[in-house]
C-alpha cells in the first residue's frame, strides 16, 4: 500500500506493507519511511506495532552501499581527541594497543561524535564488563586495568591508534591525520555488518543479529 503525501500523490518514500503478527497471527501494519542522513545516505526505517498483543519492531536498512574501508588515527595528544568520528550502524571499532573491538549488533547505533566520545563510549563498556566479571579475580583486574588506560587516553596522557571498519563504507574518521584505505574484499566478508542490509542485485534481506564486544581484551575468553 502507498501512502498520499499532502498533494495525494503517492511517494514512494513512504509507503504501508500488510503481513501476520508473528506472536498472535492477527494482522499486522508495517510502516516503510525513506529519508537521507548526513554522512550515511540514503535508508528506510522499518516500524510496526501490533494492537492485539502489542508487538513491536524497528530497524533502519541501508539502501545506499560504498566500497568498504578503514581508517585509523594515532592518538597522540588532546588535539587528536577532537578528531571527528563518524560510525554507522555497520562500523566496527577497534583498539589494537588494548585489545579492544566493538562490533556491531541488530541493535548497534549510528551516530557522528569525536575520538574523546568514542573512548567515553568503549570505556562504559569495559566499566559494565568489569561489573559482569566481578566474581573472576583475573577478568575483574583486566577490566580494571583497561578503565585505567581509558581515563588516561581521554585526558591525553596516553598515546594509542583507533581503527574503524566498515564493510559498507559508511563510517569515517575526518582528519588531516586519519589514514585511509579501502579494504579488499576478503578482509570486507570477515567485518559484521550488525543490520538489515537490502541487496539491490539481488532484491533480498538479510539480517545479521551478531553482537560481539571484546572489552576485556582479546586474551580473555
Known sequence: MITENDSGEGSRNSFETRTSCPLCQEDL???????????????MYISTTCSNCSFRFADTMILTQKDPVHFEIMVEGLDDLNA??????????RIPDLGIDVEPGSVSESYVTNIEGILE?????????TEWVKDEPEAHERGLELQKLLEEAIQGELSLKVIIEDPLGNSAIISEKAISRTLSKEEAANLHSGMVIFDIDSSELEVDSSDKIQ????DYK
Open 29 to 43: 501494519v508495517i510502516k516503510w519511511i525513506g529519508d537521507n542522513i548526513p554522512f550515511f545516505g540514503e535508508v
Open 84 to 93: 571527528r568520528v563518524i560510525r554507522s550502524t555497520s562500523g566496527t571499532i
Open 121 to 129: 563510549r568503549v570505556r562504559s563498556v569495559v566499566v559494565t564488563a
Open 215 to 218: 572489552p576485556i581484551g582479546n
